[in-house]
């Protein structure tokens, strides 16, 4: 009897979440969306893991997360209202695209950042000579 209910509890569940990965936000739930009455971020899901981070204090912003070998990566896309839900899928789209083509844009940051802080040959020249 027990693995007949857990049956029927599963496709229950199954029904209650088959349509939620076609939830879909609307210029007006982007515009209106306020934080949770405790002062804790809200955060809005759109589909195609893109989200919208509405805090308490501060910009609106926009999040595309996923996962990159069993670990869950969060990249900021941009902020509402200088990037709006078209605007946003967009971003998100071609991040998707470079993810197929094998380029992680948190890793190309990351390799930006650590090249501009790199010393130039003229900074590094002189500091090279003195130990020499």
Not at 73 to 86: I, Q, V
């Amino acid at each position: 009897m027990t693995g007949n209910l857990d049956s029927v509890y599963q496709s229950l569940y199954a029904e209650k979440l088959k349509g939620r990965g076609d939830m879909k936000l609307s210029d007006k739930d982007v515009l209106t969306a306020t934080a949770k009455p405790d002062g804790k971020p809200a955060f809005l899901f759109d589909g195609g893991n893109l989200t919208l981070r509405v805090p308490n204090k501060g910009r609106k912003t926009w999040l595309y997360q996923y996962r990159q070998n069993g670990r869950r990566k969060c990249f900021t896309l941009g902020y509402f209202p200088e990037m709006d839900l078209a605007q946003a899928r967009n971003a998100r789209d071609s991040f998707v695209s470079d993810r197929k083509n094998g380029v992680d844009v948190l890793d190309r940051q990351a390799a930006k950042k650590i090249i501009d802080n790199a010393p130039t040959v003229e900074e590094f020249a002189p500091a090279w000579l003195k130990l020499k």
